[in-house]
């Protein structure tokens, strides 16, 4: 747990989000911006500051974290309509908070895959 950093703080309580899943390993939260009718992140408890950051040690968490997502659509029931997930990585990736989290975006149709730019 790093006390600077936002997930690890809202992963142990000390800051509040909408949490929707939570065990020993993994929680998912609602994003405080939504940017679609469902939109949730999926975090390992532990501190991984980004995908940079994975090593072999991580492979069973991320398999954790990957399985939680297909569950949580379902459970959102946005698994047949469709959904995007994302990991954002660094700057040009948008990272904006250094701690590994996949966004799901569901419940409507969430577009071109990457935003067209010069
Ligand atoms: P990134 O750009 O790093 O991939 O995404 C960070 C996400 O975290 C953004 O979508 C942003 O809206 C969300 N976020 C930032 N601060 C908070 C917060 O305090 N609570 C919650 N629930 N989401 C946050
Ligand atoms: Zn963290």
Do not use: W
């Not at 998912?28 to 072999?56: M, R």
């Not at 029931?77 to 590994?100: A, C, M, P």
């Amino acid at each position: 747990m790093s006390t600077e950093c936002l997930f690890c703080r809202i992963a142990a309580k000390e800051v509040p989000a909408q949490m929707v899943y939570e065990d020993d390993q993994v929680c998912a939260f609602k994003d405080i911006s939504p940017q679609a009718p469902v939109h949730l992140l999926v975090i390992p408890k532990q501190h991984i500051e980004s995908l940079n950051l994975l090593t072999e040690q991580d492979r069973d968490i991320m398999g954790v974290v990957m399985e939680r997502v297909a569950h949580l659509a379902r459970q959102f029931k946005i698994h047949e309509s469709g959904y995007r997930t994302i990991i954002n990585t660094n700057q040009d990736g948008g990272q904006v908070v250094f701690h590994l989290h996949v966004h799901i975006l569901g419940g409507r149709a969430i577009g071109p895959m990457v935003a067209r730019s010069s």
